[in-house]
């Protein structure tokens, strides 16, 4: 399963509404980057919902096979291993990375036992994600080679515009003395033959090392 996330960038996020036994379960799922910024969502939604109950909370920071990923939940009161850990499970089941997931519980006075609650904390983020999978807000997470290519301004536009129709992934262009293309692609062979066609010889790709992006599927 590919890894995916928010597409958008970070702070991109998705909310959905659950009720089970008149609780409700408000799902947040936002892009997040760090470690920091995923708590400092989870502590957004403690100080809009200040009178709720419970604010449980699950993240994954950096994609699969990253050596710094970095996984976290927190059951924030119910009972342990009830909220948080099915959280993580619904968020890694579906392949989601840097994304945090914070499901604000307001109780309705009917207690839904160790199971019940495990059900309604794991539905709230898997109903949150597929709303954003129908939204078409879901992209894939990928480790490229990344490169950059020096044009000058005049060329700049055209040149994009037929690397994109040729499926390069471009990531931006900057502008300085020349334009300067940020370019990802898994085969340095192929895509330097489509630049030297494109370009007609005149300009080289420069290679940058690798970097995960997001790569429409």
Request: hydrophobic share 40%; aromatic share 4%; net charge neutral.
């Amino acid at each position: 399963m590919p890894d995916l996330t928010l597409r958008g960038g970070v702070g991109s996020q998705v909310t959905a509404e659950t009720d089970v036994k008149r609780s409700r379960f408000l799902c947040r799922l936002v892009r997040v980057d760090t470690e920091d910024a995923a708590r400092t969502v989870i502590d957004t939604a403690r100080s809009e919902h200040w009178a709720a109950r419970h604010h449980c909370s699950a993240f994954v920071v950096k994609p699969n096979g990253s050596p710094d990923q970095v996984r976290r939940s927190n059951d924030d009161g119910e009972p342990s291993g009830t909220a948080g850990r099915p959280m993580l499970e619904a968020l890694s089941g579906r392949g989601l990375v840097d994304c945090v997931a914070v499901v604000t519980r307001y109780f309705g006075g009917t207690l839904l036992g160790a199971g019940g609650l495990v059900r309604a904390y794991s539905d709230a983020v898997l109903s949150t994600i597929d709303l954003a999978q129908s939204r078409r807000l879901l992209v894939a997470r990928e480790r490229r080679e990344l490169f950059r290519l020096a044009l000058s301004h005049a060329d700049a536009g055209r040149i994009e515009a037929e690397l994109r129709q040729r499926g390069v992934l471009i990531l931006g262009t900057s502008y300085a003395e020349k334009a300067m293309l940020s370019i990802a692609g898994d085969d340095a062979e192929k895509l330097g033959a489509i630049v030297a066609q494109v370009t007609a010889g005149a300009t080289e790709l420069q290679a940058l090392g690798h970097e995960w992006v997001d790569v429409e599927r």
